[in-house]
């Protein structure tokens, strides 16, 4: 939420993704990062700049990246299932 309202008073577009929201990875097509696309994961920070990367942790591994946000698609959280 107070990445949104940060945005909102400097005058930026929202963030297509706030910390705290479940998303899955897309776009992917590094031979070392395609396995991750299709992975669960949740978002942790954003960044000031909508053009610098997002802070993400993947749900299987526990691993934390960054990746761009054209590389995420927000997927709402399904009701009475744990994430992957």
Known sequence: MRALVDALVAGRSAPKVCPGMEITVTNLTSAADVA?????????????????????????????????????EMRPKERGTQSE
């Open 36 to 72: 991750i696309n299709g992975q669960r994961a949740m978002c942790l920070a954003v960044p000031e700049d909508p053009a610098d990367r997002i802070t993400i942790r993947l749900n299987k591994s526990g691993r934390h990246r960054s990746t761009l946000s054209s590389d995420l």
